[in-house]
């Protein structure tokens, strides 16, 4: 399993080129916070300016703030971001939450991304229609993890080794990429399904938010996270 999940974390080094030059193969010393490619209110209706703003400018920024404190404090600044999770069981939880935090938060603003809107790649249409029968019946079963996660996580559409999409969560900041995790894959969709990433809009509303979700998705970025998970396989 080791073995699989060290060629996964190379095939995911090129998985946010871009947003950031292969994030999980720079070393922590170099990463910088995420630049929003967007303006707070680009995702309403569906979400609010107001929750965009607090998510990215406070819950995101702090999770990258406390994980460069953690690096230099716990002198793992020159590793890749991808040994660093390929490594989490070996640090305390604050590395997996915070760099978890960091990590997973760009896949979620990159995969909501507005504009450049084609649409979804044949190639990524056929694995969804391969692995869950349609799209509608993918999007149901993500949906599904997404509110049975107890308390506050993430939901995923992953790649697995053998190149199937595959359907999970993880609680807190964990991410598919971690060897805590006991669901593994290179990750191609994200839904934060804490509170702060919906509350102020949806109230206790989950399944509204998540529903909605799916309206803002850039299946044109999602597809080529794809192309580029399966590329190297
Ligand atoms: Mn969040």
Redesign the pocket.
Known sequence: MKNIVGTLLLVAASVFTQAQNSLLSQKVSELNFYQLPYEYSALEPVIDALTVET?YSR??KAYFDNFMKLAADLKFSEMTLGEVFSKASSYPAGVQNNGG?YYN?IL?WEILKPGNRKGMSPALNSAITRDFGTIDNMIAQLNDAALKRFGSGWAWLVVEGNGKLKIGSTPNQDNPLMDVSDFKGIPLIGI?V?E??YYLKYLNKRGEYVKNFWSLVNWEVVSTLYDEAIKKQ
């Open positions: 998510h819950h995101h935090g938060h979620y934060d804490w702060h990433a």
